[in-house]
């Protein structure tokens, strides 16, 4: 029995039907963990609609009618409805004998009514991924609106306080920086808005310059760790200097320095963009991979792709890397990683291969990439699961034998919840790939049958949703909403969570669940109430506390109430472990995945906006938005510089270009499922129709 007890908290839940007393002003809340809390409500209690990084204020719950005791009784009779979704935050107490109360300071609700959720409008991630980079625009660049590659030569830097000013490092790290390339162009794909365009543009070209390492026979693309200003002129750093890392080539780091070159890929065809890519993928498959082949020069040869390697021998057996740490090691990073970063937005590029195009380069690199797609979902699924099933974790670290690595550095034996997390909304997206794969056999470069894919994705959809079941029970906060960080794969303390430091919650690993749940929302039958409601939780507990609305940026870490870290290296707004990614690809997917999977009925259509640049040969851009699954999405209508295109490859989401439509705004409207109750945009023409300039396998959309 407590006596005097008291603790500020938040609690998040749903109002229990027939709980709300006017004259008690009292409610009861039901968090997901099926604990109730009576929650009092008095004159200092403050309710407040959610708001985005505009700080737009969204409140139009329209006053209730009748007559109240007091304003306490009105704001209650106003705001608070039976089965809301909502957040409290206050204080708890415990004293004798009585029952315990929580009084609620701040009530924040979601929406306007039960149903409606502020973040599943329709701009509310754009407006928030267009407040997030104008505000990184300004804090390096100031007003200038468009921007050339001295610009980031002279101005960009990976460390930034959490005001977005200079810190005293002025390191500019090349997987840093490409990672805000892939947030600016992703900003791009969503607004279409020229500044992010422009600056993507300039940032690439900077990246290419300053950071690209070619071999002496142009085969091998390597990227250095950045470079520092000097007195002297700027110093090139080639190994890492991160801590986990030092002195190594760090595979995770060389595999996001492609992650900003391949969305902008996405956006422009650009060809030399596309050459770099090939021979930083070349490098991987050659330096890094354990390939049975590699057996003649004393690797084990069972497959994957090891984590470092030295950076004089080029090899991942140098004593020099640590024989307890780095030596010959594979993990997470190195083999899950390829598939976000870059090659899921490569292979919406290449797949199906461009029209027109006699480059025989495009159908050896999509074969390749489609093979390490394949590769690394398969070993995932192989070595990554614990074979003693109660253990719901992955492992996370293994020797070159895949035998799980323990005793490794800071992980030791426990589990990240974010890359369990991760792995189960990507293997969800390959398993869309691989269903579509399936379908189209023409399209399929390795020559699998289509019981093969059938079969992967199956796997891939069984383990997403093993990791994705598991975590909300012990990954996920219960009460308060949110995503755990670092915790034991055995908890030794009988309880069903242990910390390995602290209950504190990561801004990345909140957008991995987020994504993770709403994409197997979409790939459950007839959909999933208990999916949807996880999304729900994780989009709320990140709109709240993970935007910081006084500097327009997102904090790294927050406590397990929603309330921010900031001292140390979590008081940075951009930082080696925080750059302009993971929030981005959040707003990106989020808004692509909700208008697709949770309210296809309900909302509009979406647009993503492309600019093709020269391409010789080339009659024809990919636009599918991510690996979604066959049949969910439909391209509605495409613009080129305002004109409405008549034909378009509905089935291959491809769109035919001409030399004239370079460097033109491309507009694609897309279209979750086909809705006879909206009206056809696309016009039925016949094939006869089509212009010189399209390439004859196009046919008008049906």
């Known amino acids: 029995m407590k006596r005097y007890f008291t603790q500020s908290t938040t609690l998040m839940g749903t109002i229990k039907p027939g709980s709300i007393d006017l004259d008690t002003q009292t409610f009861r809340l039901i968090c997901r963990s099926g604990d109730e809390y009576k929650v009092n409500i008095g004159p200092n209690t403050f309710f407040q609609m959610m708001q985005n990084l505009d700080g737009l204020d969204r409140d139009r719950i329209p006053s209730p009618e009748g007559t109240f005791a007091n304003d306490v009784a009105r704001g209650m009779a106003k705001y608070l409805k039976e089965d809301a979704l909502i957040v409290v935050q206050g204080i708890y107490q415990e004293h004798g004998n009585q029952e315990p109360l929580f009084d609620g300071k701040t009530i924040s609700l979601l929406g306007c009514n039960t149903d409606h959720f502020l973040f599943e409008d329709t701009h509310w991630w754009l407006t928030q991924i267009a407040q997030l980079t104008n505000k990184w625009l300004d804090d390096l660049f100031d007003s200038t609106q468009s921007y050339k590659i001295d610009d980031f030569a002279k101005f960009y830097r990976t460390n930034l306080s959490?005001?977005?000013?200079?810190?005293?490092?002025?390191?500019?790290?090349s997987a840093t920086l490409s990672r805000l390339i892939y947030g600016l162009s992703s900003a791009y794909l969503l607004t279409g808005a020229d500044r992010y365009y422009l600056a993507a543009k300039a940032g690439v070209e900077y990246l290419r310059q300053s950071f690209r390492s070619l071999s002496s026979d142009g085969a091998y693309c390597f990227w250095a760790f950045g470079r520092r200003k000097q007195k002297q002129g700027p110093q090139t750093i080639v190994p890492s200097q991160n801590g986990d890392d030092l002195n190594a080539i760090a595979l995770y780091e060389q595999i996001y320095a492609l992650a900003g070159l391949a969305q902008y890929y996405r956006i422009t065809n650009d060809w030399e963009v596309l050459e770099d890519i090939r021979r930083t993928v070349s490098m991987f498959n050659d330096f890094f991979l354990d390939a049975p082949r590699r057996q003649e020069d004393g690797f084990p040869g069972k497959d994957g792709y090891f984590s470092h390697i030295d950076y004089v021998t080029l090899r991942p057996d140098t004593e020099s890397l640590g024989i307890d740490k780095n030596w010959l090691r594979k993990n997470w990073n190195s083999i899950g990683d390829h598939i976000p970063a870059y090659l899921i937005n490569l292979i919406l590029s290449l797949d199906p291969l461009p029209q027109g195009s006699n480059h025989t380069g495009f159908d050896r690199l999509l074969q390749t990439c489609q093979q390490m797609l394949v590769d690394c979902s398969e070993l995932i699924l192989e070595h990554f699961p614990?074979?003693?099933?109660?253990?719901?974790?992955?492992?996370?670290?293994?020797?070159?034998?895949?035998?799980?690595?323990?005793?490794?550095?800071?992980?030791?034996?426990?589990?990240?919840?974010?890359?369990?997390?991760?792995?189960?909304?990507?293997?969800?997206?390959?398993?869309?790939?691989f269903l579509t794969l399936a379908e189209h056999s023409e399209r399929n470069q390795i020559r699998k049958s289509e019981q093969e894919y059938r079969t992967l994705a199956d796997r891939c959809h069984q383990l997403a949703h093993k990791l994705a079941q598991s975590m909300a029970e012990v990954g996920l906060d219960q009460v308060r909403g949110g995503v755990f960080d670092c915790v034991e794969r055995e908890p030794k303390t009988g309880m069903p969570t242990q910390f390995a430091w602290g209950n504190t919650k990561d801004f990345w690993q909140q957008e991995q669940g987020i994504l993770a749940y709403l994409i197997l929302q979409g790939a459950t039958p007839?959909?999933?109430?208990?999916?949807?409601?996880?999304?729900?939780?994780?989009?709320?507990?990140?709109?709240?506390?993970?935007?910081?609305?006084?500097?327009?940026?997102?904090?790294?870490?927050?406590?397990?109430?929603?309330?921010?870290?900031?001292?140390?290296?979590?008081?940075?707004?951009?930082?080696?472990?925080?750059?302009?990614?993971?929030?981005?690809?959040?707003?990106?997917?989020?808004?692509?995945?909700?208008?697709?999977?949770?309210?296809?009925?309900?909302?509009?259509?979406?647009?993503?906006?492309?600019?093709?640049?020269?391409?010789?040969?080339?009659?024809?851009?990919?636009?599918?938005?991510?690996?979604?699954?066959?049949?969910?999405?439909?391209?509605?209508?495409?613009?080129?510089?305002?004109?409405?295109?008549?034909?378009?490859?509905?089935?291959?989401?491809?769109?035919?270009?001409?030399?004239?439509?370079?460097?033109?705004?491309?507009v694609v409207e897309f279209r979750p499922k086909r809705r006879p109750d909206r009206a056809q945009k696309q016009l039925n023409f016949t094939a006869q129709q089509l212009t010189p300039t399209v390439d004859m396998h196009f046919t008008p959309a049906t």
Not at 163 to 173: A, S
Request: glycine share 6%; aromatic share 14%.
């Open 162 to 173: 959490i005001l977005g000013t200079e810190t005293d490092d002025n390191i500019q790290e």
């Open 526 to 666: 007839d959909g999933n109430e208990t999916y949807r409601r996880l999304g729900r939780e994780l989009m709320a507990f990140w709109n709240l506390f993970f935007l910081d609305h006084d500097n327009q940026g997102v904090y790294f870490r927050v406590t397990d109430i929603g309330k921010p870290e900031i001292q140390g290296s979590y008081s940075q707004k951009a930082g080696h472990a925080i750059a302009g990614y993971h929030s981005f690809e959040l707003n990106y997917l989020a808004h692509i995945y909700i208008r697709t999977y949770v309210l296809p009925e309900e909302n509009d259509n979406f647009c993503l906006f492309f600019r093709p640049r020269p391409a010789k040969g080339q009659t024809s851009i990919n636009v599918l938005p991510d690996f979604i699954k066959p049949g969910d999405v439909e391209i509605a209508e495409v613009r080129i510089n305002g004109i409405i295109q008549r034909y378009f490859d509905a089935a291959g989401f491809q769109v035919p270009i001409s030399p004239e439509d370079y460097d033109a705004d491309v």
């Open 386 to 433: 614990d074979p003693n099933p109660a253990i719901p974790y992955v492992n996370e670290r293994f020797d070159a034998d895949w035998k799980p690595d323990h005793q490794w550095g800071w992980q030791q034996n426990r589990a990240i919840v974010g890359h369990n997390l991760k792995i189960a909304w990507n293997l969800t997206r390959c398993a869309n790939y």
